[in-house]
């Protein structure tokens, strides 16, 4: 995959400063992936519900509007958007936020969990394009986000509110409800034992072992991006939705699997509510005008 390799030599000249990584490969390389402008657009999300604060993450996909997880958006009270630079954070207060309406906290499995933010102060980062295919499956995808890190062996250990970039294979098209197939599945590869292998299919070995940066994503990665390529172009496809002990050992690591709801299934969605925000601003701004245009002529009428 061209985006990895083009990023790569990057990320190996980066320092050392989320998501679980591989026990064998520097942290640094995933800080200095999730460097490149193709995640510019990934932010921090800090929230406040009625009981505490808590953090997601999130993408811009256009100058006013950020697409994250529904369960990052459906109990908050306040939210705001941190994006991150070399020159340090840049804050935006969200004005209003929805999750789809048949998201319910009960069922991540259902395939529903994805939200929109929206901002009055316009990004200066270019928004993400929304993957609209429908060849998600065995690609190669680029997982970024703030949440939780450590490795497959240690499993989650602090959160630094670092952004992490890394890659996993996108292996499963799976929901209980919908289309059946609103949630991306990648498990969490071993870099040399295929034992832990979650998701083995027959004649399919490619994705046996991990790829040069596996990642699984962590609590804080909630609302972050999949993104993948086609044609040259990189696009999102994914919202970081859940994590899953396939293991069964109490311990996220490698072995187990995380979920991201498909974004090819919600692109309608997502322009209507975009349209929908913006529609009675127009509307009402054309109601002024006619009342105007009304005193005005009530006016010339009284002249005349």
């Known amino acids: 995959m061209k985006l990895v390799a083009s990023f790569l030599v990057a990320a190996l000249s980066v320092p050392v400063s989320a998501g679980l990584i591989r026990h064998d490969t520097p942290d640094s390389w995933y800080t ?7 995640f510019s657009g990934v932010g921090l999300i800090i929230g406040d519900t009625a009981n505490s604060p808590y953090s997601c993450s999130g993408t811009v996909i256009s100058k006013n509007w950020v697409l994250t997880a529904g369960h990052c958006v459906n109990q908050a009270q306040a939210m705001s958007f941190y994006l991150q630079d070399d020159t340090g954070w840049r804050f935006y207060e969200a004005d209003s936020w929805v999750a789809h309406e048949s998201y319910s906290d009960a069922n991540l499995f259902a395939g529903w969990d994805i939200g929109l933010m929206h901002f009055e102060t316009d990004f200066d980062v270019a928004p993400a394009q929304l993957y609209n295919g429908s060849n998600e499956r065995f690609s190669l995808s680029a997982s970024a986000g703030f949440g939780y890190t450590g490795t497959g062996e240690t499993g989650m250990q602090f959160i630094d509110y670092q952004r992490r970039a ?11 409800e919908g289309s059946g197939e609103q949630i991306l599945w990648s498990d969490f590869d071993h870099p040399t034992d295929a034992t832990y292998n979650a998701f ?15 990642i699984m994503i962590a609590p804080g990665d909630s609302g972050g991006g999949v993104f993948v390529q ?3 172009q990189t696009y999102l496809a994914g919202v970081h939705s859940f994590i899953s002990d396939f293991s069964n050992n109490g311990m996220f690591g490698y072995g187990d699997a995380y979920g991201s709801t498909r974004v090819s299934g919600f692109i309608e969605w997502i322009n209507g509510k975009i349209a929908a925000h913006e529609v009675p601003e127009s509307g009402s701004g054309l109601l002024v005008l006619i009342g105007l245009l009304g005193l005005l002529a009530q006016r010339m009428r009284k002249q005349g």
Not at 200 to 214: H, W
């Open 32 to 38: 200095g992936f999730a460097g490149d402008p193709a």
């Open 166 to 176: 890394g890659t996993n294979i996108v292996d499963y098209l799976w929901s209980e």
């Open 200 to 214: 083995d299919f027959l004649g399919v070995d490619f994705d046996d072992l991990a790829t040069m940066l596996e």
């Open 230 to 232: 086609e044609n040259g």
